[in-house]
């Protein structure tokens, strides 16, 4: 069974650091991209950073300076350094990979449970 693990979330102090971990496991033939998402109470999801399998990123303006997106291809993890948080930043924080099972169907997004960040100020 395929699945996205995420670890990492906590309680931090405004201006603290952390950092997510999200690992795919299962028969999994390839992945593309990866990424994540987060969404506050109240609010839709958003995306905040994605990479490609090449390395090459996109983030939120919001997070820009602040977060870093990487990945290690050898273990199928991708990683979230989240600097200088602020309490805006509190939020369930999602993973997604799009998978492809086999070689010969195209890739599936595949999401992770969430894991819960809160910035105190």
């Known amino acids: 069974q395929v699945q996205l693990v995420e670890s990492g979330g906590g309680l931090v102090q405004a201006g603290g650091s952390l950092r997510l971990s999200c690992a795919a496991s299962?028969?999994?033939?390839?992945?593309?991209?990866m990424g994540w998402y987060r969404q506050a109470p109240g609010k839709q999801r958003e995306l905040v950073a994605a990479?490609?399998?090449?390395?090459?990123?996109n983030y939120a303006d919001s997070v820009k300076g602040r977060f870093t997106i990487s990945r290690d291809n050898a273990k199928n993890t991708v990683y979230l350094q989240m600097n200088s948080l602020i309490p805006e930043d509190t939020a369930v924080y999602y993973c997604?990979?799009?998978?492809?099972?086999?070689?010969?169907?195209?890739?599936?997004?595949?999401w992770g449970q969430g894991t819960q960040v809160t910035v105190s100020s």
């Open positions: 299962g028969s999994i033939f390839s992945i593309n991209a």
């Open positions: 997604n990979a799009d998978l492809r099972l086999t070689a010969y169907r195209g890739p599936v997004r595949y």
């Open positions: 990479i490609t399998t090449g390395g090459s990123t």
